[in-house]
DNA sequence: CGCCAGATTGACT
DNA sequence: GTCAATCTGGCGG
C-alpha cells in the first residue's frame, strides 16, 4: 500500500467535523524505537470548543483548551480513566476544536503492536482510543508535537480517501450535542463498537 | 491539598 | 449487565 506523502497543516485548517470525514481512509504512522508503525484510519469524532459540553475546552483555561484554540494539525495527548487518547488539533481560524482518533486497521509493525497491546487478536488491537494509543506507543511526551512533518515522530498521511462513510453520536459522551459527530469506515472491522 | 468526573477498558456476576 | 483501576485538570477548603 502507497502511504503517500503527510497531508499539509492546512488541511486541519477547517471545521472539526469536516476534518474528521476527511481523516478516514488516512494513514497514522508512528516511528517507534526504529520500527514504523501504521494503520489506516476507520473511526473519529469531532470536538469544539467552548460551545461544546463534550470538550475539554467547554470550561477550561488550561493547557488542553489552549492546545485546542492553537496550532492546527498539532497532537493532541489527553489522559481519560488511565489510558491515552490521541486527538489532532483542527478548527477554522477563529475557533477551536479537534478530532479524537477512535480506531485503525493495522497494516503494519503488527508485531510491535501485539507487544505493546500485550493481546494477540488482529481485531482488537487498534479498535478503540485508548487501545490504538497503546498499541502505537503513544503518551504525553508526543503531546503538542506536530503531525504534518515529515520527520515527525507521528504523523498523518494521504493513504486514500474514504468514501464509503457513515455517520452515529459520538460515544462514550454525557452530554452530546444535538448532530452527529462521530465518523467511521461502513463495513470496517475494526471499530470500536459495532453497530 | 483532597476530592471528583471523565472523549475507557477489561474482568467479573 | 456491573464495577474499579488509573491520570489529569478544575474546583473547594
Redesign the pocket.
Known amino acids: 500500500m502507497n502511504i503517500g506523502n503527510v497531508m499539509p497543516q492546512y488541511f486541519y485548517a477547517r471545521d472539526p467535523a469536516q476534518v474528521a470525514m476527511s481523516l478516514l481512509g488516512r494513514v497514522l504512522c508512528r516511528v517507534f524505537r526504529r520500527t514504523v508503525l501504521v494503520g489506516v484510519i476507520v473511526e473519529t469524532?469531532a470536538?469544539y470548543g467552548r460551545t461544546d459540553p463534550?470538550?475539554?475546552a467547554y470550561?477550561?483555561?488550561?493547557?488542553?483548551?489552549a492546545t485546542?484554540y492553537g496550532d492546527v494539525g498539532r497532537a493532541?495527548i489527553?489522559?481519560?480513566?488511565?489510558?491515552w487518547?490521541f486527538?489532532v488539533v483542527a478548527h477554522e481560524p477563529e475557533g477551536g476544536g479537534?478530532v479524537?482518533i477512535r480506531a485503525l486497521e493495522p497494516i503494519s509493525g503488527i508485531e510491535v503492536m501485539k507487544k505493546l497491546?500485550g493481546?494477540s487478536d488482529l481485531l482488537?488491537l487498534t479498535n478503540?482510543?485508548?487501545?490504538?494509543a497503546e498499541a502505537l506507543g503513544i503518551d504525553?511526551s508526543l503531546h503538542k508535537k506536530p503531525v504534518y512533518l515529515e520527520d515527525s515522530e507521528i504523523t498523518i498521511r494521504e493513504g486514500r480517501e474514504e468514501k464509503n462513510i457513515a455517520k452515529g453520536f459520538?460515544?462514550?459522551?454525557?452530554?452530546d450535542l444535538n448532530i452527529p459527530l462521530r465518523f467511521y469506515v461502513k463495513d470496517s472491522k475494526f471499530l470500536?463498537v459495532k453497530t
Open positions: 469524532e470536538y463534550a470538550s475539554r470550561r477550561s483555561s488550561g493547557d488542553i483548551a485546542l493532541l489527553y489522559g481519560v480513566h488511565g489510558k487518547l486527538n479537534g479524537l497491546r493481546a482488537q478503540g482510543p485508548g487501545r490504538l504525553k459520538r460515544i462514550g459522551v454525557r452530554k470500536s
